[in-house]
């Protein structure tokens, strides 16, 4: 039976089971006529590529992979990045799977405290300019733990992580950032999202602050990270 979410600002009508299930539960709302996205459940291809894996887990990859190539329509875009909430601000940061953003972003909840630093998501927030603002969202697909809220956050920077021995941050003004961007994202050889996509980053290099930061594991990466994002924010 169809079940109707809000989603990063959207209605999406979804029929789905098990732990994807569970995890939309907390944006569930009751039926509605019309629905932004309709998410379409097709395993055939993800079953050929991965014959032993679960239903479940091929419903989770189909129907997140099904809504971000949608969320373009609607002036968004899927960003692999662990997302945080400060002071009504969000930060994100980006990274090659193994770099280290969630243990990055559990530092700034350690500095700065788990009622200050609410994780929005931890692997795929969703980033969509409305009114001439970009906000970041939680979703229910947030990589291996899970972790999302149904939060809505302006966005008030973009980190992209690199490790090192010792921490240091800038802005990021090598010519390759929107590389670094097409790289974290959901892609599609359709020439037609494709420019949508690639308008909607370039907008978003006009607005948010991007940053590059070589960090350690250690703390003192994430008083690096927030003395440099806050001063440079937009707000």
Excluded at 93 to 110: C, E, M, N, P, Y
Excluded at 165 to 188: A, C, G, M, V, W
Aim: charged content about 25%; aromatic content about 14%; proline content about 3%.
């Amino acid at each position: 039976m169809d079940q109707y979410y809000r989603i990063a600002g959207l209605t999406v009508k979804m029929d789905a089971f098990g732990f994807t299930r569970d995890l939309a539960q907390p944006y569930s709302i009751d039926s509605c006529s019309r629905a932004d996205i309709t998410i379409e459940v097709d395993f055939r291809d993800l079953k050929a590529a991965y014959p032993n894996a679960s239903e479940e887990i091929f419903e989770y990859l189909v129907t997140g992979r099904d809504f971000y190539s949608k969320l373009v329509d609607h002036a968004g875009m899927m960003l692999h990045a662990s997302a945080i909430a400060v002071d009504g601000r969000a930060y994100l940061f980006s990274a090659d799977s193994g770099v280290g953003k969630t243990t990055h972003t559990r530092l700034w909840r350690q500095v700065f405290g788990e009622e200050r630093v609410a994780i929005i998501n931890d692997d795929k927030p969703a980033l969509r300019f409305r009114d001439g603002v970009w906000y970041a969202y939680g979703t229910p697909w947030s990589g291996k733990y899970g972790l999302n809220q149904n939060l809505c956050c302006p966005v008030a920077g973009i980190c992209f992580l690199e490790r090192g021995s010792k921490n240091r941050i800038e802005p990021y003004t090598n010519n390759d950032i929107i590389f670094r961007f097409l790289k974290q994202t959901y892609r599609s050889g359709n020439e037609q999202y494709s420019d949508k996509l690639l308008s909607l980053i370039e907008s978003l290099l006009e607005k948010i602050p991007v940053w590059r930061l070589e960090c350690n594991m250690e703390p003192e990466a994430a008083y690096t990270a927030w003395e440099a994002m806050t001063k440079g924010a937009i707000f």
